[in-house]
């Protein structure tokens, strides 16, 4: 048998083997589940005010005391929000636009896939710069509100 049919999920699961545009996938991924985890908790949250005044103030009371363990959630959710909007909108200038894709060719054997052309490796790229420098930016006011940093 063909070796690399016998690659199976183990192998698609390593990493190291990944290329710029599976790592954009994974990360838009990881990304949607952190999103769709902190919707349901959110939700719980908000629901804790058809309790009364009594309920809503026991709920904050209890996220207040989570102190720096709220605030790294906050970051990592800013992170993903992040993340996730600015590689969706890049998703639907590709997928729904076709911008950014160049100009389609023919495939030649021996085969390698040509959907990652140098406009999307820039705009993924540029996407990642933004994120970073917002989310660092996210993480430094959650820090000037604990008084850590001052602006």
């Known amino acids: 048998m063909n070796k690399r049919f016998k690659s199976g999920l183990l192998t698609s699961l390593n990493p190291t083997r990944y290329n710029l545009e599976r790592w954009s996938y994974t990360l838009h991924r990881i990304t949607g589940v952190i999103l769709a985890l902190f919707l349901i908790a ?11 005044i009594a309920g809503w103030d026991q709920t ?9 363990i709220e605030l790294i959630g906050m970051w990592i959710i800013a992170g993903s929000a992040l993340y996730h909007g600015a590689n969706g909108l890049r998703l639907i200038l590709n997928e729904v636009f076709g911008l950014l894709l160049g ?9 390698s896939p040509l959907s990652l052309g140098r406009n999307q490796k820039i705009a993924i790229y540029v996407i990642t ?4 420098a917002l989310w660092i930016w996210a993480g430094l006011y959650l820090l000037a509100g604990l008084g850590i940093v001052r602006w």
């Open 103 to 111: 100009k389609p060719r023919l495939p030649e054997y021996p085969y």
């Open 60 to 68: 904050m009371a209890e996220l207040s005391n989570l102190g720096v």
């Open 129 to 132: 710069l933004i994120v970073v």
């Open 42 to 52: 959110h939700i719980f949250e908000i629901y804790h005010v058809t309790l009364g």
